[in-house]
């Protein structure tokens, strides 16, 4: 099918759209910016195809006389194509899209720097840096959203949980979305590749604030990771 060799053309190539995402922010959207934009491509093929044929039937086969067109029916070759074609389509986003999730979802947990706890609540986020000690807990509030702090190029371990109600943990810019469900442990592993704010915010409708339950991610260097945990510490302690 045509877009397996345009994947492989993309991942070799930068000059692409990101369509409305950037490169190169975290270790998830290294993987999943490919297949946004190998999906959109694909969705862009099938659709001139299709707007194609549209046009051409309205133009070249428009009504000729009051004669009633030709009718075919139980035509096999033409059946097999429509049923096969929608086929090899789903099949062939499914796998790409099955291959990269098992990718993102991938726990090598050899790797891992740092372990960070995300909680849901009604209606903000609590985080927790277990580094810091078993107290080192910030929680959010809808006038008071929370920062998550992450270090650059370092792999951390998300823990997510909910209190209460499904929850979605979302960062769109490094176009992660894991779910917080209340008595499911759910986890998640990336590394952050460059500094910056980036803002998150709860995907999953959880009840009357839940537009207001955003929060900010602060991608920092290490030294100052290490410093935020110390001054954590400290507070918390
Ligand atoms: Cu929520």
């Known amino acids: ?13 930068s000059k692409v759209s990101g369509l409305g995402f950037q490169e190169n922010l975290t270790s998830v959207n290294d993987v999943s910016l490919p297949l946004w934009q190998g999906a959109w491509i694909a969705a862009g093929i099938v659709g001139v195809f299709t707007a194609g044929l549209i046009i051409w ?33 789903v099949a062939v986003l499914f796998a790409y899209t099955a291959r ?9 947990t050899t790797q891992v720097m740092h372990d960070i706890s995300v909680n849901g ?7 927790a840096y277990p580094e810091a000690g078993t107290q080192a807990i910030v929680t959010g509030t809808p006038e008071q959203p929370p920062t998550l702090y992450m270090p650059l190029g370092e792999r951390v371990r998300f823990t ?11 960062i769109p810019a490094f176009m992660i979305q894991i779910q917080n469900l209340p008595g499911v442990t759910n986890y998640l592993e990336f590394t952050a590749k460059k500094l910056g704010t980036y803002p998150g915010r709860c995907n999953i409708l959880c ?17 100052e990771y290490q410093s935020y945990l110390t001054q954590l510490k400290a507070a918390t302690s």
């Open 1 to 13: 099918m045509s877009i397996a060799p345009l994947i492989l053309a993309l991942s070799g190539c």
């Open 57 to 89: 039937s309205a133009i070249f086969h428009r009504a000729k006389g009051s004669e009633f067109p030709k009718q075919t029916q139980y035509h096999i070759p033409v059946e097999i194509a429509y049923t096969l074609i929608p086929l090899v389509i």
């Open 100 to 108: 990269d999730e098992s990718r993102i979802t991938d726990k090598s």
């Open 121 to 127: 609540i009604q209606w903000s986020w609590q985080f």
């Open 160 to 170: 997510l949980e909910s209190s209460d109600v499904v929850h979605g943990f979302w």
């Open 207 to 223: 009840g009357r604030d839940h537009s207001r339950m955003l929060f900010n991610v602060k991608v920092v260097t290490p030294a």
